[in-house]
């Protein structure tokens, strides 16, 4: 399996982007959480190499993508991504969401049917407006620099309490992706929980499908979310946590492809 990467023009800077696989199916194309990168994604591109291309991109501010002129908005991610994927030559395609990437493939659903065939979200954040008012109390924590390094070690920590069990190779990976988005990756959660998940998940009309590890924190959104929208499809990760598309690949994979082809050509 041979993954590419490569940048690709937006009118305010250049997404960079893994992908994949040379298939007639419909593109997969993937969103990764906060403060991950495209990176995140390659053990899955790996087993699900096959029938139809991915891509996976890095989100702005994030990864080798450009940073955003301002504080940015999940509807602002939603425009930059859709077009990137279009000066790629993706017109529709079936969008799967991790966390914050979760958060903007759902918009992407709502607002733009006639490109997203399908949704999948790993991790969803669909919390009430009152939630929404206390996370943005309580975990928007930037990252400031300190001359003793002590940000350094502020980041493994965030990384490893997210997910004890994470292995070691990756918490190292996802403190260089955190510290490459510096000063700004909170803005981020700003964007999350300043959208209105209710009303985004009301509009979304293609086919979905929600999984979520037993550990993972978005986990209490997760049956909330269940109960609001029986009709969708939903999986839940035993044993998983917060980085499941890493250490839950092969479960994920088994799930998306089993949703996909239920859904037909």
């Not at 991504?81 to 993706?90: C, K, P, Q, R």
């Not at 733009?112 to 928007?140: A, Q």
């Not at 400031?144 to 292995?167: A, F, I, N, T």
Request: charged share 25%; aromatic share 10%.
């Amino acid at each position: 399996m041979t993954i590419k990467k490569g940048y690709v023009d937006t009118r305010d800077g250049q997404v960079h982007y893994r992908y994949s696989g040379k298939g007639e199916g419909l593109p997969l194309v993937c969103f990764h959480q906060t403060a991950s990168s495209s990176a995140s994604y390659e053990k899955m591109m790996g087993l699900l190499e096959g029938p139809f291309p991915m891509f996976t991109l890095d989100t702005p501010g994030f990864g080798q993508s450009f940073s955003p002129p301002g504080q940015p908005t999940i509807a602002y991610y939603v425009t930059i991504l859709l077009e990137a994927l279009a000066n790629l030559g993706v017109s529709r395609f079936h969008a799967f969401g991790h966390h914050t990437g979760g958060a903007i493939a759902a918009q992407m659903a709502a607002d733009f049917p006639e490109r997203v065939r399908s949704v999948m979200i790993e991790g969803p954040v669909w919390v009430s407006e009152n939630v929404r008012k206390k996370k943005l109390d309580t975990i928007i924590d930037p990252l400031v620099l300190k001359e003793d390094g002590s940000h350094l070690m502020k980041v493994w920590d965030r990384v490893r309490r997210l997910d004890p069990d994470h292995p070691l190779e990756v918490c190292h990976r996802e403190s260089i992706d955190t510290l490459l988005a510096g000063t700004r990756y909170h803005e981020a959660y700003i964007a999350v929980y300043t959208q209105d998940s209710y009303a985004v998940y009301e509009r979304i009309r293609c086919p979905m499908l929600i999984l979520c590890g037993r550990n993972d924190v978005l986990f209490p959104f997760f049956e909330e979310v269940r109960e609001a929208h029986p009709k969708a499809t939903f999986a839940l990760l035993e044993n998983c946590g917060t980085y499941a598309v890493d250490n839950c690949a092969e479960q994920i994979v088994e799930e998306v492809r089993a949703f996909l082809k239920g859904l037909g050509p």
